[in-house]
């Protein structure tokens, strides 16, 4: 389809000029007609630069509306070679079943599932094959900045980087090990004696949840910004590409939006995430468990960014923080079908049964924010009144 072009002609000198405007778009590959399509260039940063094959039929897939999961990471493959590529093992381990005894029953399963396909010049393996379950995602170009980067800095900056590590598997093979390395990598050494012991700063549950979404719902558009976990001191962040297609501040009670539909219910089905929007429910919940501070959202035109934060006391608490974790714990009562009170905020915060008047204080700053509001507002018992979230 021929794009359109913008143009002005304007005269200098006696000459008439003609100016044509190349739009700033990587969408589509600009080539002359009756010319190879894969001799094409495209506008990038201000430059006309070629674009490479790769390139041109991603763009070709965009415009026919093939998602990135359906496209094909490589293709002229034995069947061997398919198995030598993939970690089919995984697959069957994942699903608990059976793996077949023979070569053609692997790959006729892997077909069914959309990993890899067939056809008279021999195998090709989707994106979505390789996402999930490549042995080495760098033996794919189209898998290039695809793996999970893990920073860890010294301090609560990113002046002194500690370490870097980027995920060399695909996701659903190499998940668990790299939640065991951020847990590894954020948990505290105690030693008891001859004993050693890892004491987890975050919940299991919350970094797996979060990492599992970050997968899930990043823009795999977006180029040059891999999903990054970065570990300071006073923080944990993880951050992918592609703004949040749900509010940030009500990712507790609205069912999530995919971008990538058949990754997400791939997960689901491999067990590796929730789908019905109980993921997110849930590491709030133990991040409660671990009387952890609220987790901070942020979504920008072109990422997502999750923040949590370790354990301290509510006298350290700035009144943002006792505020957004007071507004959480109603959202997540709310979810359960139940409504917060002076009691529930005081064991959210750790507080004992003298201390109920802290408790009132952050009920009070919350209402202020318009965060949330009373389930009872005809009643006029002060002492009983109970709470929901502003947009139940």
Do not use: W
């Not at 008891?192 to 970050?214: H, Q, T, W």
């Not at 058949?262 to 009387?291: H, I, N, P, T």
């Amino acid at each position: 389809m021929p794009i359109q072009l913008e143009h002005v002609v304007l005269e200098y000198d006696g000459h008439a000029l003609l100016f044509i405007y190349i739009p700033e778009s990587r969408e589509k590959p600009m080539y002359l007609r009756g010319s190879d399509i894969y001799n094409s260039y495209i506008r990038s940063a201000g430059h006309t630069v070629r674009a490479s094959r790769q390139q041109v039929r991603q763009m070709i897939a965009d415009s026919e509306g093939i998602s990135y999961e359906n496209r094909i990471a490589k293709q002229g493959l034995t069947g061997a070679e398919v198995l030598g590529l993939l970690n089919y093992k995984k697959i069957f381990e994942l699903l608990e079943r059976q793996l077949p005894s023979t070569e053609d029953g692997v790959l006729g399963f892997m077909e069914e599932l959309d990993f890899c396909r067939s056809s008279s010049v021999g195998y090709s393996i989707t994106n979505l094959g390789a996402l999930l379950f490549a042995n080495t995602l760098s033996a794919f170009e189209t898998m290039k900045g695809k793996g999970v980067v893990v920073r860890r800095y010294v301090g609560n900056n990113n002046r002194q980087l500690l370490l870097e590590q980027e995920g060399a598997m695909g996701y659903a093979v190499g998940l668990e090990g790299l939640i065991t390395f951020v847990m590894k990598n954020t948990g505290i050494e105690h030693i008891d004696g001859a004993k050693r012991e890892l004491i987890p700063m975050y919940p299991r549950v919350a970094i797996r949840e979060f990492i599992a979404n970050a997968l899930v719902h990043q823009d795999f558009a977006i180029k040059g910004m891999p999903i990054t976990i970065e570990i300071f001191a006073n923080r944990l962040v993880i951050t992918n590409p592609g703004y949040s297609l749900n509010d940030v501040n009500r990712l507790i009670d609205l069912p999530p939006h995919s971008r990538n539909e058949q990754m997400a219910q791939l997960m689901l089905q491999l067990g590796l995430c929730e789908r019905r929007g109980s993921g997110v429910d849930r590491a709030v919940e133990a991040l409660e468990k671990m009387l952890l501070p609220a987790y901070k959202a942020e979504s920008g035109d072109d990422f997502t960014r999750i923040t949590l934060y370790p354990q301290k006391g509510i006298s350290a608490m700035t009144r943002e923080e006792r505020i957004e974790a007071c507004y959480q714990h109603c959202c997540l009562a709310y979810a359960d079908n139940e409504t917060m009170n002076n009691q529930s905020v005081r064991e959210r915060f750790g507080l004992n049964k003298n201390q109920g008047t802290i408790a009132s204080h952050i009920i009070s700053d919350t209402l202020s924010k318009g965060l949330i509001k009373s389930a009872n507002p005809e009643s006029e018992s002060r002492k009983f009144v109970s709470y929901v979230p502003f947009y139940a």
